[in-house]
């Protein structure tokens, strides 16, 4: 599974290991940050906090994991990736230079 990750993606072995962090620390800050966002507010753990911290989570994926992709060095890609992401779900326009 790793291999085909690197190729798909045409990194060496060590941006792939840096890359998986990256989205791993986002991810886990996400998380994070979306519940301590959410209990600021007085909302019970009900279907409503489910929706707004699915909403919130959705957001703020993007902006942790381009801000973590910094201090790692891999800005480049993770930039790239949100962009084609974004181009998928049709927000934005689709990136230059992007592989398939």
């Known amino acids: 599974m790793l291999k ?13 290991v840096l890359i ?5 620390i986002g991810g ?3 998380g ?3 519940r301590k966002i959410l209990n600021l507010f007085d909302l019970n753990q009900d279907w409503l906090w489910i929706l707004l911290y699915v909403i919130l ?3 703020l994926w993007p902006l942790s ?3 973590v992709s910094i201090p ?3 800005f480049r890609f ?3 990736y949100i962009h084609k992401l974004g181009s998928r779900v049709g927000i934005g326009k689709k990136p230059k230079n992007i592989q398939k």
Do not use: D, E, H
């Not at 085909?4 to 060590?14: G, I």
């Not at 998986?20 to 791993?24: G, K, P, Q, R, Y």
């Open 72 to 74: 790692l060095g891999q």
């Open 78 to 80: 993770f930039n790239r």
């Open 57 to 59: 989570i959705t957001i």
């Open 28 to 30: 886990s800050l996400t």
């Open 20 to 24: 998986i962090c990256t989205f791993a």
């Open 4 to 16: 085909r990750l690197q190729q798909k993606w045409n990194v060496k072995p060590a941006q792939l």
């Open 32 to 34: 994070y940050a979306g």
């Open 65 to 67: 994991v381009i801000l």
